[in-house]
Each structure stands twice: as structure tokens, then as C-alpha cells.
């Protein structure tokens, strides 16, 4: 099939080269022209596992296409993606400005030929109407612009294109680090639309990943397809996510109460999620939840209940238990080390999350912000921030090139995310270099026992 997808940040680039990879002839638009260089060169602008062997063996084969130009994107593509972002305002509410101006661009552009709009960005509940309001828009401006002053309109086929496209829902449920293994690996795809016809496209766009022929066990049943009206499509979006924000929350708060009491936040978690009514994932206590999803997508949904009259309080108590989670650390350091001015204190870590790059609303940024208004100096090491340029974007924090360096010097070390690499770390070096070896475990990533072995003090967050 032939396919386009405007915008290629996570979901947009992950989307088009995994389409690409399964058969489909894909082009890419994006309105950054740097960027769009530097993707027909092979490379990828995001850290994202495997998607840089993706998009090379796409390129190679033909099957996927860069570009800045809407007009032959429209053209080519018998389905067309929406992936550009939705940032939040600073009310909570999402900024759906360049989704407005993709969808105004698609009915500027529209050839005739029948079309599926695809909404990927996560966007307001209600906003497939609206995206199909604003491309008949861009159709009436298009055909406003052709009509002579008094005459009559010079293409008289523009009047047929209202009906010869139709929006479909189909939110992502990507995890930044595993987006290309999600892809291909689908818990359930959600299509939510009004016609049969939109719908029926949508499954052979993605009868190869149904069928699991790139799974990574293709022994799997097919994957569940849920096709819903548009508003319910866009609501399972967000309330996905605010539930597993809200399980966050949860383990976090009972994590608070573990410290207090004696108990151990890893055997409770242990414990419940054992018990299937509540499941063992995103049951990690630590220093809470940040990125570009959850933050906003739960922000968002708190917003739209306010809009039509209801206060969700529950989601409203989620996000003041992360945002008072995100200063746990700093309370810990304050409690071992009491006075932070004048201390030197490492961050093992910078991203929200291991194997991205992705800086969004890190509880790392709130961190080095604190612990700068305290006096103190902070350090930090990235894996992969530490080997890119995006560290000249971070103030107040010096970014060290390897862990041992981090350490040299250090009052305390706080391990913000829980790569991989962290668990092979030489410690016991590490503790040497240190002023003061102390080091807070911020995601409970960590074994106590070798840390104190190590020669470090050892403090977990619930433990």
C-alpha cells in the first residue's frame, strides 16, 4: 500500500520505516529540511534501537522515501499518517496547532483519489470531527482560491473531494527504547472510525503484523483489532496511560509508607503483582515518571474532564504524588549529607528512561535545578547523552564522558535511570574515588548488599 506519514519524531519516523520494513511504499514528511538530509543519508535524528538498521534497509530496497514537500506526500499516499507533535500548554491542555496545519495542508492538497486521514498523534478526545472539519477547510480555501471573482470554480471536481476521504483514530501505545520491538509486537491495534471502508484499509495496511509474520514469536495468536467509534479510539489512548501513570503513583505512595515503617517496597511489589488481578509491570518505585507521553497525556485528560464539568481527582492526586516523588532524592541527600552547598553530587543517568535519548520532562532536569538553588555542583554521565551534543542544551550540570569520571570527586551519586550499563559498573573503584562514597538509588535498580560490599552507603527509595 501506499503510505505517508507528516511528521517524523518517534511515532512518526518509527511508524514510516517499520511500514516500509513490512512491504509498504512509504514516504516521510517533515518540514525540517536539515533533518530530512540527514534521514536520506541513513541516519537516524532520535535514539531509538534498531531503527537505524530499519530505515537503511529501506532506503536500500526502495520501499521508503524522505521529503519536505506535502503536496507529493498527499499524492503518493492512499493512507496518510498525522504523526507531528502535541506539546502541552501550560494550562494542560494539548497544543494540536501543527496537527491543525498538516490537516488544513492534506485538503489543500487532496488529488481526488480516496484518501484515509490517520490521527497517530495523540490528540484531544473529539479531534478526528475536528480534523475532518479542518481538511474540508483546506479543500473550501483551495476551491475559494481557484474561483474567479464572479465566476465559477476552474476544477470542477473539487466539490467531490469532501467525500472521498475519511479520518480514522489509531493511537500508539509505543514505549520509547522498545518502539521498533512494540511495533512489530503489538499488544492490540485500536481503529476508530465511521466507515468500513476506512476501517477495512486499516487492517490490510496492517495484516502482516496481525498475522505476527515479524514478530519475534510468530507462533502468537493474531493480534486483537479493536474497532471503535472515534471518540472512544482517542480515549483509550489516554486513559492507557493515565492508568499506568496512576499505578506509578500508586507503588511510589506506598513506597513513602514502607520507609516509614520498616517494610521493603521491592518484596511488597513482589507481592502484589503476583497476584494477576494486578500484574508485576510499572510496580518499579523510584523518583516517578516523566517523558513526552505521560506527563502530558494525563495533564491533558485532567483538562478535558474540567472542560465538561467533572474534576478527576484521582489523576489530579497522581500527578502531585509523582511531582513530590521527584524530590525523594534530594530529601535523601539532605538527610545523609544534611548540608548540600559547597557538595558535589554525581547523577548516574539523565534520560526519563534507559535506551533514548529523550530529555522531555526528565526528573533529572528538576534535580540538577534543586541541587543547584542548594549551592551545590552536580555532575552527571548519560550514556547517551554524554556521547552527544544535546549536552550543550542542560545548564548547571556538568556532563562527564564516563562513570568513573562522574565519580572522582563526588559527596554522594544519585542513580536517576536505570540503564543496563549501570548494573556492570566497577563500584568498588568508583567508591574510592569518591569524598564521601554514598550513592541513592533512585530507581531501586541496584543490588544493597554488593553496593555495600562496594564500600558505598547504600539508601533505596521504600527500602
Not at 332 to 356: A, E, H, M, S
Not at 390 to 404: I, K, P
Not at 441 to 453: H, S
Request: net charge negative.
Amino acid at each position: 500500500m501506499r503510505v505517508c506519514v507528516i511528521g517524523t519524531g518517534y511515532v512518526g519516523l518509527v511508524t514510516g520505516a517499520c511500514l516500509a520494513h513490512i512491504g509498504h511504499d512509504v514516504v516521510c514528511i517533515d518540514n525540517n529540511e536539515e533533518k530530512v538530509k540527514l534521514m536520506k543519508s541513513g541516519q537516524s535524528p532520535i535514539f531509538e534501537p534498531g531503527l537505524s538498521e530499519i530505515m537503511q534497509a529501506a532506503i536500500q530496497s526502495g520501499k521508503i522515501q524522505f521529503s519536505t514537500d506535502l503536496a507529493a506526500g498527499v499524492a503518493h499516499g492512499e493512507i496518510l499518517f498525522i504523526a507531528v507533535g502535541t506539546p502541552p500548554l501550560p494550562n494542560g491542555e494539548s497544543d494540536t496547532r501543527y496537527v491543525e496545519a498538516v490537516a488544513r495542508g492534506i485538503g489543500a492538497n487532496l488529488n481526488g483519489g480516496y484518501k484515509v486521514v490517520v490521527n497517530k498523534s495523540t490528540v484531544p478526545i473529539g479531534s478526528g470531527d475536528w480534523v475532518r472539519m479542518i481538511v474540508l477547510d483546506g479543500i473550501a480555501e483551495r476551491q475559494k482560491a481557484l474561483v474567479p471573482a464572479g465566476g465559477v470554480p476552474s476544477d470542477d471536481k473539487l466539490p467531490e473531494l469532501a467525500a472521498h476521504f475519511d479520518v480514522v483514530s489509531n493511537p500508539e501505545f509505543l514505549r520509547e527504547g522498545s518502539a521498533v520491538f512494540d511495533t512489530f509486537n503489538p499488544d492490540r491495534i485500536v481503529l476508530g472510525g465511521n466507515s468500513s471502508k476506512a476501517i477495512a484499509m486499516m487492517q490490510e495496511l496492517y495484516a502482516p503484523i496481525v498475522e505476527r509474520k515479524f514478530a519475534a514469536d510468530q507462533s502468537l495468536p493474531p493480534v486483537p483489532i479493536l474497532a471503535t467509534d472515534l471518540s472512544s479510539a482517542e480515549m483509550i489512548k489516554y486513559a492507557a496511560n493515565a492508568f499506568l501513570a496512576t499505578k506509578i503513583s500508586f507503588i511510589n505512595e506506598v513506597a513513602n509508607i514502607c520507609d516509614r515503617v520498616g517494610a521493603d517496597v521491592t518484596q511488597v511489589a513482589k507481592g502484589i503483582g503476583l497476584d494477576s488481578r494486578i500484574g508485576n509491570k510499572f510496580l518499579q518505585a523510584g523518583i516517578g515518571w516523566g517523558g513526552s507521553c505521560f506527563p502530558k497525556d494525563v495533564s491533558a485528560l485532567i483538562h478535558t474532564a474540567d472542560d465538561y464539568g467533572y474534576e478527576a481527582q484521582l489523576l489530579k492526586s497522581a500527578v502531585s504524588v509523582n511531582e513530590r516523588q521527584r524530590l525523594i532524592a534530594l530529601e535523601k541527600l539532605q538527610q545523609v549529607l544534611k548540608i548540600l552547598k559547597g557538595k558535589t553530587v554525581g547523577l548516574l543517568g539523565l534520560t526519563f528512561k534507559p535506551d533514548t535519548d529523550d530529555l522531555r520532562d526528565a526528573p533529572a532536569l528538576n534535580l540538577i535545578e534543586q541541587l543547584n538553588r542548594l549551592g551545590a555542583k552536580v555532575k552527571a554521565y548519560d550514556p547517551i547523552i554524554s556521547q552527544t551534543g544535546m549536552r550543550h542544551g542542560l545548564s548547571g550540570v556538568l556532563v562527564e564522558t564516563d562513570a568513573e569520571r562522574l565519580a572522582d570527586g563526588c559527596d554522594a551519586l544519585v542513580l536517576v535511570t536505570e540503564w543496563q550499563q549501570f548494573s556492570q559498573l566497577d563500584y568498588a573503584k568508583m567508591a574510592q574515588l569518591m569524598n564521601n562514597p554514598v550513592i541513592i538509588d533512585g530507581r531501586n535498580f541496584l543490588d544493597p548488599e554488593t553496593m555495600v560490599r562496594a564500600g558505598f552507603q547504600y539508601v533505596g527509595i521504600g527500602r
